[in-house]
């Protein structure tokens, strides 16, 4: 219960972006949605982008030393898991999305996009 009670006070953004993904990945959208050539791509880029960066913002104001082990696990990884078991849940639970690879990519895009920018942030701010 401890480490639950730390995560909600050290992480509610992340906890809240995730949570924002999570229904806007599974919701069923009313009417028609606007149709627009890769504007289904950039949202997932930036989506995830978001996430990470959300995460790794909360990493850095409640950690004065990093760990990069941590961070590579927590800030990377699981977003790219959580990424691809979305992906696979639109699929499995509804009805009116599905899946995508090129969606599932174009996370992992903007999650490495992300990580890249605060790895270059935190080596400006030694």
């Not at 480490?3 to 949570?19: C, D, G, N, Q």
């Amino acid at each position: 219960m401890e480490k639950i009670t730390y995560i909600f006070t050290r992480y509610p953004l992340s906890l809240l972006a995730l949570a924002g993904i999570l229904f806007l990945t599974l919701y069923k959208p009313s009417g028609n949605m606007p149709s627009i050539p890769g504007l289904d791509k950039v949202v997932h880029f930036f989506m995830y982008a978001s996430l990470c960066s959300v995460i790794l913002f909360e990493y850095f104001k409640s950690h004065v030393k990093a760990d990069k082990k941590r961070i590579f696990w927590f800030a990377i990884i699981m977003p790219i898991l959580f990424s691809g078991v979305m992906e696979i849940l639109q699929s499995c639970l509804t009805t009116y999305r599905s899946g995508d690879f090129v969606d599932f990519i174009f996370n992992v895009l903007g999650i490495v996009f992300a990580a890249l920018l605060w790895h270059r942030y935190a080596k400006h701010k030694r």
